[in-house]
């Protein structure tokens, strides 16, 4: 062999083994990278004013603040007016001109996001505020693709979701007593089926019972006397209290997260149903505001949108793009590469906008809306007996069916 030859045959022998060094990097790369875990939380009766990094400073939220600053902040985002059509809608993909069959119903032939996850390999939970088996169309927990859950207003269970709560846990009705509150133990849920899923990819759903009324003292403010019941006059304090024990209970599933080493590796996303309890009034900036829930007006919808996912959410995203609870579910599925369930749907993803991409923004968002509250529809009710209201909206306008036309800075 050549001295040439010997040159040329080391200089490849060295470019093989670079190469399949490199391969063998990449490898155990793609081995190692685990997929996504998401935590969806979604609070109950509670506005985009009522949170610090939107911009109130009467509400005290430091936890989701921090997310906030430290992710990606959606000023745009938009529930229904009122719980059923908003949990609906987040939990199919598909507006309520497709599903909506009655307040309080999910309909049984629905696909979830449950059942996509499920479907996909991952563990399944769901814990807090159920409320969608009513009528001859509802369905239960298990039927929604998850295989485990805790949860209240579900059948067995009666009213009381605070203190001494009736919980249904995966068919047994928990025994509790006037010291538990509900949203500690729905928490624990989330958090022991975090533990028990480490090392395997899991999707987590808790719609809170907080801060629904009743409005009764948390357990950071009962008192040594241990009461718990709302006296005359408390309301908005106590809905205050309610408002930072919810941020509080957000931070344990992060330090949850934290200390099974899972933080960088699931999404977390907060947001909530619809408008604040329209017996509410409170501060925001320099004026008074009263509660809008249930109304087809931007108090009655207009809803916070948080994602954190640290190393992959850059800090600091603040979006003024439009994002529909219909997104939720391509959302999720551009997250994790879950397979989208095989009907129509109404939703876009927004995951590209929470990594700082451009992404496939919204121009309008459609709102169908039913409302069981009979006041709501007395400006804009149409249709079936005259309940029906229907409108058109961006960031800056809404129009309704019947051709009313809103600045949203109105609050129209």
């Known amino acids: 062999m050549s001295v040439l030859n010997a040159k040329q045959f080391t200089i490849r022998l060295f470019l093989l083994i670079i190469a399949c060094f490199l391969v063998s990097i990449a490898e155990g790369a793609a081995k190692t990278k685990k997929p996504y875990n998401v935590i969806l939380i979604m609070a109950d009766d509670s506005a985009v004013d009522n949170y610090g990094c939107y911009g109130s400073t009467f509400f005290k939220t430091p936890r989701l603040d921090a997310l906030a600053r430290t992710g990606a ?9 009122v719980c059923t059509p908003s949990r609906v809608k987040i939990m199919t993909g598909r507006d309520g001109i497709r599903n909506y069959i009655q307040f309080g119903t999910l309909d049984r032939d629905e696909i979830t996001f449950g059942t996509m996850m499920k479907q996909a390999g991952y ?8 409320q969608l088996h009513g009528g001859n169309r509802g369905t239960l927990a298990p039927a929604c693709g998850f295989e485990t859950y805790c949860l209240w207003n579900y059948p067995g269970t009666q009213r009381s979701r605070y203190w001494n709560p009736s919980i249904m846990q995966d068919g047994k009705l928990l025994q509790t007593g006037k010291e538990d509150y509900g949203p500690d133990i729905f928490t624990n849920f989330i958090i022991n089926f975090i533990g028990r899923n480490k090392n395997k990819p899991f999707f ?17 403010n009962v008192g040594t006397d241990g009461k718990t019941a709302q006296a005359k006059g408390e309301a908005l304090e106590n809905f205050r209290g309610m408002t930072l024990y919810a941020d509080k209970l957000v931070g344990k599933i992060i330090d949850a997260l934290e200390s099974h080493g899972l933080r960088e590796n699931t999404v977390v996303i907060f947001t909530t149903d619809n408008g604040t309890h329209r017996s509410l009034t409170y501060p925001f900036r320099k004026e008074q505001r009263t509660g809008e829930k249930a109304f087809a007006t931007d108090g009655g919808s207009h809803a916070p949108l948080i994602i954190n996912c640290p190393g992959t959410v850059p800090a600091g995203v603040v979006s003024d793009d439009l994002v529909d609870f219909s997104d939720m579910m391509p959302t999720i599925a551009g997250i994790t590469e879950a397979k989208l369930p095989n009907v129509e749907l109404d939703g876009r993803s927004f995951w590209p906008q929470c990594l700082g991409q451009v992404g496939n923004p919204r121009e309008w968002i459609f709102q169908y ?6 006041l709501a529809a007395k400006n804009h009710g149409q249709g079936i007996n005259g309940f029906e209201i229907i409108w058109a909206q961006n960031q800056h306008f809404k129009l309704y069916r019947d051709g009313a036309l809103y600045a949203t800075s109105d609050r129209r």
Do not use: D, R
Not at 73 to 81: A, L, Q, T, V
Not at 123 to 130: D, E, L, P, S, V
Not at 205 to 218: A, D, N, Q
Not at 369 to 374: F, G, H, I, N, W
């Open 73 to 81: 902040k959606f000023n745009h985002c938009y529930s229904e007016p």
């Open 369 to 374: 809306y039913y409302p069981k509250y009979a």
């Open 204 to 220: 987590a759903y808790y719609p809170m019972v907080l801060v629904h009324s009743p409005f009764p003292k948390t357990p950071h």
């Open 123 to 130: 563990a399944t939970a769901i814990a807090g505020k159920w």
